[in-house]
């Protein structure tokens, strides 16, 4: 794999010089229509000082256009065929239309492609897909309609990256490792997975976004049943004193902070998503995800407390899924306790349920808990009640209930 570190500009303070850092101009997107040449100017990106006062050394970077952070983050996942396509329009409208005041798009997606298309000879060029035709203009309506953009980059779970880079991943039998679901992961201990993915969170900087949202930091679930039965390399990691459970812990934290040094001069937020269950246990041992640890590591924490996602009798609640709102509250009593034991917390923002869960009713007898206006409030009424006014809403298929009301 090609080094795709930026080469760090060192400029005399006295000349001032402006870098001008040109973008590739995508085509127009018409939503699902023909595409036509793109009318939109190139942003101005420059390096700038971050003070009169700073080291020489320390520049940070100005993508050209202007983001406030809102008063509290209220946000919606959109995957990168909904911000290249007709939906977005639709997503745009609930989000102007509402108290909503953020977008969570998809850059590296859950298979490890991007979302659009970068430069010709970019290392990257393999992995664009054309899902965001024109991304340019989509950070300029974002800007215009005073949408906080966030990015998601989906790191260790990588079927592309794996696939083209075995010695990368997992193997057995010869073959890269995948999970009961067709997904093939990367290795975290594997330092050049940490740049390939912090390059791509760097040129999702540079496009415009304000937050970069790191997700699927970890090992794959279950990694402590198989981690000896898979052929993988522990890198630097191989000779530490560390048993194997700290070893992950200690890989995926310094991931994190590794992510979040070489992403300060880019004047970003750093943000990871998190299984709620994590702040309420020491740490998850087979998947490396210490929620303390990377806490400490973050500008935001968003877990993801999905009601449908606790075995049942968590908090002593039979069925988490059916009690959006007491679950809500009980994971925030912890997560609270947890984060004020910290000497420089982040922002807590977690992840919310607007979709159904049919599969952990099967066989119970009970009716399927349907998520509309009432359950997507009640989550939202149990984090405020508990001192938390930051959310992100989760569907799938970016399909949220009618008639919410989001104020904090």
Do not use: C
Request: glycine residues 6%.
């Amino acid at each position: 794999m090609k080094n795709t570190q930026l080469k760090r500009l060192i400029i005399p303070i006295a000349l001032l010089l402006v870098i001008i850092l040109p973008f590739a101009i995508p085509e127009k997107s018409s939503g699902d229509e023909e595409l036509v040449a793109s009318d939109h100017p190139q942003r101005q990106t420059s390096i700038q000082p971050l003070d009169e006062s700073a080291d020489l050394k320390r520049f940070v970077f100005d993508s050209g256009y202007h983001f406030e952070y809102p008063d509290a983050v209220r946000g919606i996942y959109v995957t990168g065929h909904s911000a290249g396509g007709s939906r977005f329009d639709t997503l745009l409208n609930l989000v102007n239309t509402t108290d909503l005041n953020a977008m969570v798009v998809d850059i590296k997606d859950d298979h490890g492609y991007l979302t659009y298309k970068t430069e010709e000879g970019s290392p990257y060029a393999d992995i664009g897909q054309n899902y965001i035709k024109n991304p340019v203009q989509m950070m300029e309506t974002l800007e215009e309609n005073e949408v906080y953009p966030i990015a998601r980059i989906v790191v260790f779970k990588d079927s592309v990256l794996a696939k083209s880079r075995p010695d990368l991943s997992y193997t057995e039998n010869g073959e890269v490792w995948k999970n009961n679901r067709g997904e093939a992961f990367v290795n975290p201990f594997m330092k050049e997975v940490w740049e390939y993915n912090v390059e791509i969170a760097k040129m999702a900087a540079e496009m415009g976004f304000k937050e970069i949202q790191f997700d699927y930091v970890r090992f794959p679930e279950g990694f402590e049943h198989r981690d000896h039965e898979l052929g993988y390399s522990q890198g630097d990691y191989a000779d530490s004193e560390l048993d194997n459970v700290q070893r992950r812990v200690q890989a995926v934290t310094d991931f994190v902070a590794y992510a979040k040094k070489e992403l300060e001069p880019y004047d970003v937020d750093v943000s990871v998503d998190i299984f709620g269950y994590s702040a309420t246990i020491p740490e998850a041992p087979g998947i490396g995800q210490n929620f303390s640890k990377i806490s400490s590591n973050v500008d935001v924490i968003s877990s993801m407390i999905y009601p449908s996602h606790w075995t049942n009798n968590y908090f002593g609640i039979a069925v988490p899924d059916a009690e959006p709102y007491r679950l809500t509250a009980e994971y925030a009593k912890v997560e609270n306790e947890v984060l004020g034991k910290l000497e420089n917390p982040p922002v807590s923002r977690p992840w919310i349920q607007d979709f159904e869960a049919p599969w952990i009713y099967s066989g119970t007898g009970l009716p399927v808990t349907q998520y509309g206006k009432a359950e997507v409030e009640a989550q939202i009424k149990a984090l405020q009640d508990n001192g938390i006014n930051e959310f992100l809403i989760w569907n799938a298929g970016n399909t949220y209930s009618e008639n919410v009301d989001y104020t904090p």
